[in-house]
Structures are given as C-alpha cells and as structure tokens.
C-alpha cells in the first residue's frame, strides 16, 4: 500500500489552489483535487471537513494573504505615491507569476463558485481598487481621475490575465504592466 503524500499545510493549499485556478471551482473535481495532492479524498476531507467549499475557501485565504502582502500594503506607502504604485505593480508580476498567469478569483467565480465566493470577491476588488485611487490621487490624479486610473488599471490587468490564459503565454500580463508603469509617469508628469 502507497503511503499518503507528506507535505506542509501551505504546499497542500498550493496543489489545491493550482487546481481551482485551472479549473475554476465547479470544474474542480474531488477526484482532480486528490489527484493532484496525492491524498485520497478521505484524507481530504480528514484536513478539510467541509469538503471542496472548505478547500476553496482556505486556497482563497491564503491567496488573499498574497495579495495583500505583494500588491495591496505597497499602495499604502503613500509618503511616495509613485513608488507605491510601482511597487504594487511589480508585487502584480509576482502574484500572477508562472509562464501563464491566472486569477483564482476568477476562476472561481466560474459555475457554481460565484455564489459562494462572491461577497469576498467583490471585497477584495473593492479594497483593491479603493487603494489604488488613493495612490492615483496621491500621485496628482484628481479623485474623478483617479478612480477612472484604478478601474482603467484593474479592467487591464484582468483582461491581460484572459489574455494570457488564452495565448498560454504570459506576454500580455507584461506588456499591460508596462504600460500602466507608462501611465503613472504621465499622471506624475501632468
């Protein structure tokens, strides 16, 4: 008999959450789910006793931990609003890393995800969004302009993450992060 896969608390949410990234919540399988852990779906359960709700939502936890450590805390940094927009840009790079980016968030949305997960969602975006018109106006965007800048910077990234998803590559993801860095210099210049 095979032993069970041995790995830390953080590596098993990593292999859960790769999965619902990929698959999106209603596509995630328990059979995918064990697949890729290496534990059968009894000891899924055992670690987590909500089953596939459970998964998701400490994949989503630890997820959100990571967005607020690489993008949301630098647009707080607003002693040097530039720089914190710069940062919280190149903390984007890293959250959506890998050859082909993808957004947990949506992907669990998908299906029967958006009913679960959607109030946090939501929460996240708007949290998101709220920090990045603060360091816009901090920068010198009025505060009309710089909501219209953090919604123009959120709708890009997400929409270069589809992008990337489709062209299975991470190229766009690039680009759309070089042309906002371009966008903060003309808001700074202006």
């Known amino acids: 008999m095979a032993r069970p896969a041995t790995f830390s608390k953080s590596q098993l949410l990593?292999?859960?959450?790769?999965?619902?990234?990929r698959s999106g919540y209603s596509g995630a399988s328990m059979a995918d789910l064990s697949r890729a852990t290496g534990l059968s779906k009894a000891s899924l359960?055992?670690?987590?006793p909500g089953g596939k709700a459970d998964m998701a939502a400490k994949a989503m936890a630890e997820e959100g931990k990571?967005?607020?450590?690489?993008?949301?805390?630098?647009?707080g940094k607003l002693d040097s609003p530039v720089g914190a927009l710069?940062?919280?840009?190149?903390?984007?790079?890293?959250?959506?890393?890998?050859?082909?980016?993808?957004?947990?968030?949506n992907s669990i949305l998908l299906g029967s995800g958006e009913a679960?997960?959607?109030?946090?969602?939501?929460?996240?975006?708007?949290?998101?969004?709220?920090?990045?018109?603060?360091?816009y106006?901090?920068?010198?965007?009025?505060?009309?302009?710089?909501?219209?800048?953090?919604?123009?910077?959120?709708?890009?990234i997400q929409g270069a993450l589809i992008i990337c998803r489709v062209a299975?590559?991470?190229?766009?993801?690039?680009?759309?992060?070089?042309?906002?860095?371009?966008?903060i210099a003309a808001i700074e210049n202006s």
């Not at 990593?14 to 990234?21: M, Q, S």
């Not at 359960?45 to 987590?48: K, N, R, S, V």
């Not at 679960?116 to 360091?135: D, H, P, Y």
């Not at 299975?168 to 966008?183: F, K, Y």
């Open 45 to 48: 359960y055992h670690h987590f």
């Open 66 to 75: 990571r967005l607020q450590k690489l993008v949301l805390t630098p647009l």
């Open 14 to 21: 990593a292999k859960l959450t790769a999965v619902f990234r």
């Open 137 to 156: 106006e901090a920068a010198g965007a009025s505060s009309g302009e710089a909501s219209a800048w953090a919604a123009y910077a959120l709708e890009r």
């Open 86 to 105: 710069e940062n919280s840009l190149r903390g984007v790079a890293l959250f959506y890393s890998g050859d082909v980016p993808q957004c947990l968030m």
């Open 116 to 135: 679960i997960f959607r109030t946090e969602i939501a929460a996240a975006v708007s949290a998101w969004m709220k920090l990045l018109a603060s360091a």
């Open 168 to 183: 299975a590559n991470r190229s766009a993801l690039e680009q759309c992060l070089t042309e906002l860095q371009g966008d």
